[in-house]
């Protein structure tokens, strides 16, 4: 639900597609000004008993921004000393993911117990004093696989992606998952590992494990503060045996953070290593990729990106409306009604798909195609200045498609309230009645709005749509927000 402010102009012939578009794809950065969502998510306290480790384990669990509104599913995050890192994991994944660098994630953060046993793997060598009560890594980790995993995915919306997050002992964990069970995670997050660990012997086991790990995939990314010493010696040792063995579709990276201390080194290992990981499941210039290598290039990306992450991906609205709009602009009318015929089937409700469609006929000289996707852009939009144009260009009788809905003002009246995006609380609209109009506040700013029927209203500026619901007594209870093929709903409180 990102607006940007910019007003709509009758600009001529393909331009006017091409920004409306352009304002579409480039929507999310616009909430680096409005800070619509909380900063920090709050989470579930939930409890579970694990027959591996003989004890309760208490974790608790952060959904994504439009979780509760929809029936998206999500990879997962296993966060290690969860409760630490929870507020600032959280936070950063969903900075990322509003401004487009990686999917909204569901952050399962796991409390300790006993933090040195659940962590370390078994020692093994004689040097140094005994340690007791260590080296249950291998029992953590299958109360991970085991237990800890099937539980999440019963009760929340997963897809079959995993990422395991550790910091000092819990990144010796994740280097240890990594070696000695690499099909529990598809990626990791080691921050500053405690490689020194037993005589660094994980370096050892990891360069025995590289010499048959063939056909191993995923993503690793480690870094190390300004440790030195057996940490840093340590950390080295393992990166120099990725850099020798790892093979071509493991994808790793160590950086070295000297100007962080060992607490400060998480925050920012966790941006860039979920930015790292999640590199190539958003494609960041569509437009230069199109030009440079076409629409197949487009698809292939995505392709790829689903072969990765194991899920499906496809372009998004915002990916596609600016490559339409490039077509049109190079007079490439067969790309142009490939990409907003797509455009079309993905929200059959999006105008400016229509023009761009009615511009690429017009191009290829199907008049009455042309035509026909005009009108319904009016009918979608009564003030779609370039769709009226148009169609008086062609002589058509637009008495069918005045340019206003007239909506009494008790019903205009009805929808002023404040409404609240369920799962983001800090998300608000405020409708309110401006001069015998209806308009939305939102985070300070105001909004006009236009009816497009009497429940159906466009935001003046921008291709957003709202709708207001309303239960069987027709009192109004939420209102569903449509904008570049996605809806958010939002519920009534006042």
Same mark, same amino acid.
């Given at each position: 639900m990102i607006w940007p402010t910019h007003r709509e102009t009758n600009v001529p012939i393909?331009?006017?597609?091409?920004?409306?578009?352009?304002?579409?794809?480039?929507?999310?950065?616009?909430?680096?000004?409005?800070?619509?969502?909380?900063?920090?998510? @709050? +989470? $579930?306290? &939930? !409890?579970?008993?694990?027959? =591996? @480790? +003989? $004890?309760? &384990? !208490?974790?608790?669990?952060? =959904?994504?921004?439009?979780?509760?509104?929809?029936?998206?599913?999500?990879?997962?995050v296993y966060l290690l000393d969860g409760p630490s890192h929870f507020h600032h994991?959280?936070?950063?994944?969903?900075?990322?993911?509003?401004?487009?660098?990686?999917?909204?994630?569901?952050?399962?953060?796991?409390?300790?117990?006993?933090?040195?046993?659940?962590?370390?793997?078994?020692?093994?060598?004689?040097?140094?004093?005994p340690r007791p009560g260590t080296g249950g890594a291998d029992n953590f980790l299958e109360f991970i696989s085991g237990e800890l995993m099937p539980f999440i995915d019963e009760r929340y919306r997963t897809r079959p992606y995993a990422i395991l997050i550790g910091h000092s002992l819990g990144g010796l964990f994740a280097n240890h998952a990594l070696v000695h069970r690499p099909d529990v995670f598809n990626a990791y997050v080691s921050i500053s590992p405690s490689l020194w660990w037993d005589e660094q012997r994980l370096v050892v086991q990891a360069d025995s494990a590289f010499d048959h790990a063939g056909d191993l995939v995923g993503d690793f990314y480690m870094t190390m503060g300004n440790e030195g010493g057996a940490m840093l010696g340590g950390a080295l040792k393992f990166a120099g045996i990725l850099e020798a063995k790892a093979p071509e579709d493991f994808r790793w990276e160590f950086k070295l953070m000297e100007e962080e201390s060992h607490g400060s080194v998480p925050h920012r290992s966790t941006y860039y290593g979920l930015e790292k990981i999640f590199d190539g499941w958003n494609l960041h210039d569509p437009v230069g990729l199109y030009v440079a290598a076409g629409l197949e290039a487009v698809d292939r990306h995505f392709a790829r990106a689903s072969a990765r992450f194991g899920y499906e991906r496809t372009p998004s609205v915002g990916i596609l409306g600016p490559i339409?709009?490039?077509?049109?602009?190079?007079?490439?009318?067969?790309?142009?009604?490939?990409?907003?015929?797509?455009?079309?089937?993905?929200?059959?409700?999006?105008?400016?798909?229509?023009?761009?469609?009615?511009?690429?006929?017009?191009?290829m000289g199907h008049q009455d195609l042309a035509i026909e996707h005009y009108q319904h852009a009016l009918r979608i939009d009564p003030r779609n200045g370039r769709a009226r144009e148009k169609l008086t260009e062609y002589g058509v009788d637009l008495s069918d498609y005045p340019e206003s809905v007239d909506v009494p003002v008790s019903v205009l009246e009805s929808y002023v309230g404040t409404y609240v995006v369920p799962d983001d609380p800090d998300e608000v609209l405020r409708f309110l009645l401006a001069e015998g109009e209806l308009a939305v506040e939102l985070e300070g700013r105001t909004y006009e709005l236009y009816p497009t029927s009497p429940t159906r209203f466009k935001v003046t500026v921008v291709p957003v749509y709202v709708t207001f619901r309303s239960d069987e007594d027709g009192n109004v209870t939420g209102v569903a927000i449509d904008q570049a093929g996605e809806t958010t709903e939002a519920t009534r409180v006042k």
């Open positions: 393909f331009l006017s597609v091409l920004l409306l578009l352009f304002f579409i794809a480039f929507a999310p950065h616009a909430a680096l000004a409005q800070d619509t969502e909380p900063f920090l998510s @709050l +989470g $579930e306290r &939930r !409890e579970l008993h694990s027959d =591996v @480790l +003989g $004890e309760q &384990r !208490e974790i608790i669990v952060g =959904v994504p921004a439009g979780y509760e509104g929809g029936d998206e599913t999500y990879p997962v994991t959280t936070g950063t994944a969903r900075f990322l993911a509003r401004n487009g660098r990686m999917p909204g994630v569901i952050v399962v953060a796991i409390a300790n117990t006993d933090r040195t046993r659940d962590m370390s793997p078994p020692i093994q060598s004689d040097a140094g004093p339409g709009g490039r077509a049109l602009e190079d007079g490439n009318a067969d790309d142009a009604e490939a990409v907003f015929s797509r455009l079309i089937e993905m929200d059959p409700n999006l105008a400016p798909a229509h023009n761009g469609l009615a511009e690429a006929h017009t191009l």
